[in-house]
């Protein structure tokens, strides 16, 4: 009995050491990215979504941003329909990078 208990702590604690990198959340082009969505100062429904370190990938930080998004409207709004203002089909030489920050503009709807 106590053999099974040892085990079984030694288990768990290998496990949690092995999910360290699991805990840096979803790879996007095999990179992390730090995201954050919040409402703008208007309304819940308007947000803007930053992404970093966008030197990593450009594509791969559009992808996370736009995951961000539609995570950030289900939360809101249990829908994922964005109609995106500076989005992932923007023109890349239209999205706002500034020190190593994506930021991209959009509006959940219901």
């Keep these: 009995m106590m ?5 079984l702590i030694v288990l768990a ?3 949690t050491a092995c999910s360290k990198k699991e805990d840096a959340g979803i790879q996007f082009d095999g ?4 995201t954050k969505a ?12 930053t992404v970093t ?7 791969g930080a559009l ?6 998004g539609t995570k ?6 249990g829908t994922s329909v964005i109609k995106w203002t500076v989005g992932p089909k923007t023109d890349p030489k239209q999205i706002q990078v500034t020190d190593n920050t ?6 959940c709807y219901p």
């Design 38 to 49: 919040k409402k703008t100062e208007d309304s819940l429904a308007d947000f803007t979504v």
């Design 102 to 107: 994506l930021t991209l503009l959009g509006r």
């Design 72 to 77: 950030y409207c289900i939360k809101n709004f």
């Design 31 to 34: 990179q992390y990215f730090k």
């Design 3 to 7: 053999r099974s208990a040892t085990i």
């Design 53 to 59: 370190p966008v030197s990593s990938s450009f594509e």
């Design 13 to 15: 604690v290998a496990l």
């Design 63 to 68: 992808e996370a941003g736009e995951y961000e």
